[in-house]
């Protein structure tokens, strides 16, 4: 399948999402995208290091009124779900802060008063690395809404290569966008109380999904073996394991992918995708 | 009334663990869990509940298939593609803006609310707290976040404790927004690489963006000294206060696997003294 979308994510942070998606995604060599979606905290460019050919930046819509058209009916804050628009006094208020863009507001309005103007998301940053190619969005500083920025960097989704996908943690909404259409998720945990914890409401996540999903254990002999017996348990399957290794933990600290450092791992990423295809069919 | 909020940008980077070993140090104050969308500092605190309550985050849509003409304008107003072609509404695409409830011209649409997580009241052997839990693939994580800090203010207020200790979420968005207001100050705990660097600058943006007084430390310093060296110069220059560095130490693994603090499990790591001379700088800072 070399259109295949896989998923990295894990419920909690730091657990090696970004190790895995972007030593996967360098491994694949030609005929690979990756597209970050953590794009609150993205990381990914600091391992890849693309050229970026191109920036754009991601509007979305939220009302503006023309006070001259208004008659301060008030339809546009009952419909508003979101009290992103409010009627005070002589004045109607738009918050635009706190619209999510469904344009309710402009389809009421009785006297077309409402237009459209925008609220900046953040930017999508687009470029290669040798055949690999970059796609990452970057919330902007002080926006609340990750899910429509998410959604665009996926738009950027191509049918003609293999798209790694690295997801932002947690298992809310930012998470389901980031997951939601994908052929595989590759879940990175570490085996740990914490790592277990959050692997179990993420797994309820992918289950929710319905996609087929499998278990990197990164830091795998740091912790105890409760990962493991809950991983066969619910019949998910351990595809790869990464030793905590200090060579590896320095290597990660500047920025160096784990396949430049130590070349034998390329082999296992491999191995990874082809167990993946296995699964996925 | 204080409060702390600890946060770090980058997931991973300790301050759960280092919340809970903040929790046995401090005195006279509520502890509050606000990583709502994957709560752990429970593991090692081990609440006893007192009070559940559901949480009621906002309504989502369901189409009432007798009523239901097929007429499509429902599916034409939806911007988020949330409607099936047989009119079934997906739960989680749904955004919950009404606007198909609204328009539909048979009012063939129902709008209830969802219980979409619960919030709890508890006691710990450190004193009491306050802790939530989303529901897997929910929306509303800030105002969950802004919840669960009010109630802890309360529980505060009531017990005449004059310190909330609140465990943030990751990232730079909605939740996190929600744990910053009104917090007297964050502490950004910050990791010694480039992306714990590259998320550490990030999130102090956001601090200051809201104007909230922002404090770094840097845990597991020595995998990178010359990371640690340039995060500290990041936030001398941004007028961050730098509260010091703790070395990376397994003893922090080992206590989180017995679901203990640092300091029960040794009192004398290296980790848990130069935490030890963190929190103090802390206290005299707030």
């Known amino acids: ?281 | 009334m204080k409060e702390l909020v600890v946060i770090s940008g980058k997931g991973g980077t300790g301050k759960t663990s280092l919340m809970a070993a903040f929790a046995s140090l401090a005195e006279n104050k509520v502890l509050c869990d606000a990583d709502v969308d994957a709560a752990d500092l429970h593991l090692i605190l081990d609440p006893e509940i007192k009070e559940s309550h559901d949480f009621q985050g906002g309504a989502t849509a369901i189409i009432n298939q007798d009523k239901c003409t097929e007429c499509d304008l429902c599916r034409e107003l939806c911007l988020w593609n949330a409607i099936s072609e047989d009119f079934v509404v997906d739960q989680i695409a749904c955004e919950g803006c009404g606007v198909c409830v609204y328009f539909c011209p048979e009012e063939a649409i129902d709008f209830p609310i969802k219980t979409c997580g619960e919030w709890f009241l508890s006691e710990t052997r450190f004193g009491p707290m306050a802790h939530a839990r989303l529901g897997i693939a929910e929306e509303n994580s800030g105002k969950l976040v802004t919840l669960v800090r009010q109630e802890g203010r309360k529980l505060a207020e009531e017990k005449n404790l004059d310190l909330l200790l609140t465990d943030g979420p990751p990232g730079v968005g909605c939740p996190v927004i929600a744990s910053l207001g009104g917090a007297t100050a964050v502490l950004i705990v910050a990791e010694p690489t480039v992306s714990g660097r590259h998320d550490m600058e990030r999130v102090a943006q956001l601090a200051a963006h809201f104007r909230v007084p922002a404090m770094v430390c840097v845990n597991k310093f020595d995998l990178n000294p010359d990371q640690a060296q340039a995060i500290e110069d990041f936030a001398r220059e941004k007028a961050i206060t730098v509260l010091g560095r703790i070395p990376f130490d397994p003893t922090f693994t080992k206590a989180m696997i017995q679901g203990q603090t640092i300091f029960e499990y040794d009192t004398n790591s290296k980790a848990g003294l130069a935490i030890k001379h963190l929190w103090e700088k802390i206290i005299a800072k707030i």
């Open chain 1, 1 to 281: 399948m070399s259109n295949m979308i896989i998923s990295i994510a894990s419920g909690k942070g730091g657990t090696g999402k970004t190790t895995v998606a972007t030593n996967l995604a360098v491994s694949l060599g030609s005929d690979v995208q990756i597209l970050d979606c953590d794009v609150e905290e993205p990381n990914a460019h600091l391992f890849i290091r693309p050229v970026i050919e191109d920036i754009q930046t991601i509007t979305t819509p939220v009302p503006q009124i023309d006070e001259e058209k208004c008659n301060l009916c008030g339809k546009c804050a009952d419909i508003c779900q979101f009290r992103a628009i409010i009627v005070i006094g002589e004045t109607v208020l738009p918050f635009h802060e706190l619209c999510h863009s469904c344009r309710g507001c402009l389809l009421v309005c009785p006297e077309k008063a409402i237009t459209e103007t925008g609220r900046e998301l953040g930017v999508i940053e687009r470029g290669h690395k040798n055949g690999l190619e970059f796609v990452h969005g970057k919330l902007r500083i002080g926006e609340a809404m990750s899910p429509p920025l998410i959604n665009k960097v996926r738009e950027y989704t191509r049918d003609d290569a293999i798209s790694i996908i690295d997801a932002p943690p947690g298992t809310s909404c930012p998470v389901i966008a980031a997951m939601n259409g994908a052929d595989f998720i590759l879940l990175v945990t570490e085996p740990t109380p914490f790592g277990l914890y959050d692997l179990k409401l993420a797994v309820e996540a992918v289950k929710i999904l319905g996609i087929p999903c499998g278990l990197v254990i990164n830091r795998s002999d740091m912790g105890d073996d409760k990962v493991h017996s809950y991983a066969e348990k619910e019949g998910v399957p351990i595809l790869m394991e990464i030793p905590f290794d200090r060579q590896i933990a320095e290597a990660y600290s500047r920025g160096e992918l784990l396949v430049d450092v130590m070349p034998e791992w390329k082999e296992k990423f491999l191995g990874l995708y082809r167990r993946i295809e296995e699964i996925v069919g």
